[in-house]
């Protein structure tokens, strides 16, 4: 490389950083330092999108990335199990809300965390007698469409990614690698299958019999949920459906797992319209702290591509464990 292209190179990362430094400035600027240094006094902030004319509230919530254990971290962004769960609580709390739109897009992720918030979900419904719809985005798919499965109505655009509806369980099997590197593994267990799904040994017919009794169960949860979320499908017509695949938004609804094609706009407009008052829309989102103002000077430095890889990365290193995840 040239002079010239390293002098390019090098203006192009100060104007990056320059401008990392600028948007972290700003932020700050327009921060109350007071809340942030003291923790803030609800995780959960609430932004009026839309004025209504009358006295309530429908909120918004989003359900974005791949559910899983855990909070967002240091930087902010990106999924925070908990904060989900007091998102919901909040909703369901607040008597000023009349129903509750929920934004999904995710893959799916975890079977444990996905029963959480399909349990909130219907804690809203049954306990606080709250409407409750659904938005899908681009993919609401495997454990998204478990979450979703409660809700009065839902809206998938006509290209939205859902169904894959089922269980899946993976490992990888590095054992002929091994021996071909010279790795011997040495493991000393209690029991037949205290190592199943080893890296290091071949599956036996034992083991996969042990792991698909597990992955049946949890699959048979999963066609519980749509079967109580679904009353236009029959469990005949549910089990023709939990194959595993994926279907678009417009298939979905001819299939009957959705109910109409639309976007956030129309999910929101339906409730109104169902719920016969014109209220205000508010979007629940973090409040804002030091991870928040962290967030916003990283959002500068990492490109979508790489949190999505460092994501996947992450989601991949989860240990063997039952998900309700569409993987790609």
Do not use: C
Request: aromatic fraction near 6%; glycine fraction near 10%.
């Amino acid at each position: 490389m040239n002079g010239k292209r390293w002098a390019a190179l090098a203006a192009a990362a100060a104007v990056v950083l320059v401008s990392g430094i600028i948007n972290l400035a700003t932020t700050a600027l327009q921060t109350d330092f007071t809340e942030v240094f003291e923790g803030g006094t609800d995780p959960v902030n609430e932004r009026v999108v839309e004025e209504g004319t009358d006295a309530g509230k429908i909120a918004v919530i989003p359900i974005e990335g791949t559910i899983m254990a855990g909070g967002a971290g240091l930087l902010g962004g990106g999924y925070d199990h908990q904060l989900l769960l007091r998102q919901l609580e909040q909703a369901a709390e607040d008597p000023e809300v009349s129903g509750v739109v929920l934004r999904v897009n995710t893959p799916g992720g975890g079977v444990v965390e996905s029963d959480e918030i399909h349990n909130s979900i219907q804690n809203l419904q049954e306990e606080y007698s709250k409407d409750v719809y659904v938005s899908m985005g681009n993919q609401a798919a495997s454990g998204g469409y478990y979450v979703s499965a409660p809700a009065d109505r839902i809206f998938a655009n006509g290209q939205t990614i859902t169904g894959s509806l089922g269980v899946i369980m993976q490992s990888i099997n590095v054992a002929e690698l091994a021996d071909d590197l010279g790795i011997s593994d040495n493991t000393i267990q209690s029991g037949e299958f205290k190592d199943i799904m080893s890296p290091t040994r071949e599956m036996t017919d034992e083991d996969e019999e042990v792991l698909q009794s597990i992955v049946d169960d949890a699959y048979e949860q999963f066609v519980d949920v749509i079967d109580e979320g679904r009353e236009n499908l029959s469990r005949e017509e549910i089990l023709e459906l939990a194959d595993g695949r994926i279907y678009t938004g417009s298939q979905a609804v001819d299939n009957g797992l959705v109910d109409d094609t639309g976007n956030l706009d129309d999910a929101v407009d339906a409730m109104k319209e169902d719920l016969g008052q014109d209220y205000s829309v508010v979007e629940y989102e973090a409040g804002f702290g030091i991870g928040s103002l962290m967030g916003a000077a990283a959002e500068t430095f990492a490109s979508q591509s790489q949190k999505d890889q460092l994501l996947d990365w992450v989601t991949s290193n989860q240990g063997r464990e039952l998900m309700y995840l569409y993987t790609d």
